[in-house]
């Protein structure tokens, strides 16, 4: 007998249909998998049929043949042990289930030794794509079940257990579908990581504001214990809440990856902060089936690099095409993926060797060109691609041991923040509209400037050596300073502070 049961696979965050091929014929008794499969595929033999025996359910002596369609598409993980499985017992014609229902539904599940259905990869990804697909049902690991059913289009059954599905599926035992219910919770902010905790840095907190508000991208620079890493860790904190499509997003990147950790859904904008020994493929993402990397993992979120020169400089560059692009493209021999990749980048430096360059408290030790090579990992176009860099000096004894001054509280400076983020959703009317994300065509029709205006960065042009990007960074930032200050048109105080964030440029070049 010969029977046909739908499945699916991730490539990057994109669900491709396979189908299940299952043939039972006289011969030598034997079971091959065909059809592209990886190494934990061609051991799903051992786990079907022993989950199978102890399910209470006797293989038929006969040679089974399994067929993965498209073959030529190449298949990882231990999602198929559940479609073939089935796929088997429709074959023996030990199930009898409709064709209706088979050509309709999707089967992906894990099968532990004891017929246990274990939860799996990219189960949101799948079940976002279904639909598209031509389905109306998912049957996946009860484990999962939440997450796929986010997607309200599809029918979501969650199951245990192989004797559960079994009698689910000859009508024996009724399994009620998972129900759609996504209510977005209410942002918290976290006391132990509050701007408000910061003495002084208000220059630091301004521009974190202004990249929060615009997502640009920003670099501090400064000695050791100015408080670089203090401040970026409370980026998170005053960032605007995210949407549907974010949570969509993101959740597909970390369902994909096997990182949703029995969560349904990642409501907090991520925060990666990867050490300085990765690789590219650990940034980047790779492997021989592609896995998400730390920048498509901090999609929508945020992607902080600590002691920014202690990476490897190639590690470094990878970094100039995502930071355009907002994606990740990965090709291997047998398939490309891409991934998205829209992150925040917050990067820190010490501005030497020591770390004591410049600062006026501790002299630098360093030579000369112990600081040039030092400073060597930044190339140009990098720096080029970070909107606002930022001077971190220290704190002095008055500043630290201040107990009346209070500062900025991370509440204050998100109602900023969202303030701004509300004018760019009006001006682009998309929700995910960003000042720092602009094409140049949306420079040109959003970023008007006084007469004043323009004659000061026109004069700070050739000063600063900006390259066109530079020069439309300093518009971005400029754009989201002025919808601080709830100004259609960007003014000379608006492009004074843009072009003071751009000061480091003139700094790196002196070193």
């Known amino acids: 007998m010969h029977t046909k049961i739908f499945s699916a696979t991730t490539i990057g965050v994109t669900a491709h249909c396979v189908e299940v091929e299952v043939d039972l014929s006289l011969g030598m008794i034997n079971f091959f998998i065909v059809g592209l499969p990886d190494l934990a595929i061609k051991e799903s033999r051992q786990r079907i049929t022993t989950a199978l025996k102890n399910s209470g359910i006797k293989l038929p002596e006969r040679k089974i043949t399994v067929n993965l369609a498209p073959a030529d598409l190449k298949k990882e993980g231990t999602l198929f042990d ?126 974190l504001t202004i990249a929060a508000a615009g997502k640009h991208n920003i670099l501090f620079i400064g000695p050791p214990g100015s408080g670089k890493t203090m401040l970026a860790k409370r980026l998170a904190t005053i960032m605007p809440a995210m949407s549907f499509q974010e949570v969509l997003q993101t959740s597909k990147v970390y369902s994909v990856s096997g990182k949703l950790q029995g969560k349904p859904l990642l409501f907090q904008r991520p925060f990666r902060s990867p050490h300085h020994t990765i690789s590219q493929a650990g940034l980047v993402g790779g492997g021989s089936f592609p896995q998400p990397g730390e920048i498509s993992l901090a999609h929508n979120g945020i992607l902080f690099l600590d002691e920014l020169t202690e990476f490897k400089r190639d590690t470094l560059e990878v970094l100039r095409q995502p930071l355009e692009n907002k994606t990740v493209s990965l090709s291997r021999a047998m398939q490309a993926v891409t991934y998205p990749a829209s992150f925040l980048l917050i990067a820190a430096l010490n501005p030497c060797p020591c770390g004591f360059y410049g600062d006026k408290k501790k002299e630098c030790i360093c030579p000369q060109h112990t600081i040039d090579r030092y400073l060597q990992k930044l190339s140009g176009p990098l720096l080029d691609r970070i909107d606002l860099q930022i001077h971190v000096p220290s704190v002095d004894y008055e500043t630290a041991t201040n107990k009346e001054f209070t500062g900025k509280s991370s509440e204050s400076m998100k109602a900023e923040v969202d303030h701004a983020v509300a004018l760019q959703q009006e001006r682009f009317n998309n929700i995910q509209g960003a000042n720092g994300t602009m094409s140049a065509h949306d420079i040109e029709q959003h970023c008007q400037l006084t007469p004043a205006a323009e004659a000061i960065i026109k004069k700070v042009f050739d000063q600063l050596h900006l390259s066109m990007r530079g020069y439309h960074k300093v518009l971005k930032v400029a754009r989201t300073i002025a919808d601080l200050d709830n100004c259609i048109i960007i003014d000379t105080q608006h492009i004074k502070e843009a072009l003071m964030y751009r000061s480091l440029d003139k700094y790196f070049e002196k070193q």
Do not use: C, W, Y
């Open 82 to 207: 559940l479609p073939i499985a089935i796929g088997i017992l429709q074959a023996a014609q030990l199930l009898k289930i409709p064709k209706k229902f088979l050509d309709e539904t999707l089967f992906m599940g894990e099968l532990s030794l004891d017929g246990t259905i274990k939860p799996i990869k990219g189960a949101l990804a799948i079940a976002h794509d279904a639909l598209r697909l031509g389905k109306k049902r998912v049957i996946i690991p009860n484990n999962n079940a939440q997450e796929a059913a986010l997607i309200k289009e599809i029918e979501v059954i969650g199951v245990t257990h192989l004797v559960e599905l079994v009698a689910f599926l000859r009508g024996e035992k009724v399994i009620n579908p998972t129900p759609h219910s996504f209510v977005m919770p209410q942002q918290k902010f976290n006391d132990a990581l509050d701007f408000v905790q910061v003495k002084g840095q208000e220059h630091a907190k301004r521009a």
